[in-house]
């Protein structure tokens, strides 16, 4: 059974860094897509950063530059280096995986922005 666990979410100034990491068991592959989402109150999750089984990466306008999605395949691990962090950035963020076609969610960490 596939199994996804988020860390390393906190409280964190505007412009310090967080690093996410999301630890996956249960049948990953390297080749399996990985993505990291994020959902704010009030508004509908939203994908942040995507890493393919070949390194390639994909991200949404806002974060460019400031984040990086990662893979660690011999550890099945995906990270997410944020930095500059802002405001905006609060969210709890969520880790998914694509396995085959089918889709699956850790329970999210919570990062939160202070001004």
């Known amino acids: 059974q596939v199994q996804l666990v988020e860390s390393g979410g906190g409280l964190v100034q505007a412009g310090g860094s967080l690093t996410l990491s999301c630890a996956a068991s249960g049948g990953i592959a390297s080749i399996n897509p990985m993505s990291w989402y994020r959902q704010a109150p009030g508004n509908e999750r939203e994908l942040v950063a995507r890493i393919d089984g070949g390194g390639v990466t994909k991200y949404v306008d806002s974060v460019k530059g400031r984040f990086t999605i990662s893979r660690d395949n011999a550890k099945n691990t995906v990270y997410l280096q944020m930095n500059s962090l802002k405001p905006e950035d609060t969210a709890v963020y969520y880790c998914?995986?694509?396995?085959?076609?089918?889709?699956?969610w850790g329970p999210g960490t919570q990062v939160t922005v202070s001004s």
């Open positions: 998914k995986a694509n396995i085959w076609g089918r889709f699956y």
